[in-house]
Nanobody, 124 residues
Framework: QVQLVESGGGLVQAGGSLRLSCVAS????????MGWFRQAPGKEREFVAA????????YYADSVKGRFTISRDNAKNTVYLQMNSLKPEDTAVYYC?????????????????WGQGTQVTVSS
């Protein structure tokens, strides 16, 4: 069982930056692939970014590529999402997710564990 707790959301002006953090419980964090998703009001939850065990393998949605960076610190059981050049359309609740993996790969879906979410609001 893995519990995830996100933090770092808030209100920022367009063009600004935020860094989201997600702390995972458990001693096997290093064997979980991690992902970030978001859900805007009235829309379905969508994939944002994913990272494998070691941090070497990463994958981004086209909408955030070049602006967002996912990273992880296995010693701290934490995954991060650095968000730069934020746009009003990035406004959403951002969720951290975890999925056990036997390999150092990334996933866009079928995550097993989810955090409670953190609100990001970008004003124009």
């Amino acid at each position: 069982q893995v519990q995830l707790v996100e933090s770092g959301g808030g209100l920022v002006q367009a063009g600004g930056s935020l860094r989201l953090s997600c702390v995972a419980s458990g001693r096997t964090f290093g064997t979980y692939s991690m992902g970030w998703f978001r859900q805007a009001p009235g829309k379905e939850r969508e994939f944002v970014a994913a990272i494998g065990w070691t941090g070497t393998n990463v994958y981004y949605a086209d909408s955030v590529k070049g602006r967002f960076t996912i990273s992880r610190d296995n010693a701290k059981n934490t995954v991060y999402l650095q968000m730069n050049s934020l746009k009003p359309e990035d406004t959403a609740v951002y969720y951290c997710a975890a999925r056990y993996s036997a390999y150092d790969v990334v996933f866009r879906s079928e995550y097993n564990y989810w955090g409670q979410g953190t609100q990001v609001t970008v004003s124009s």
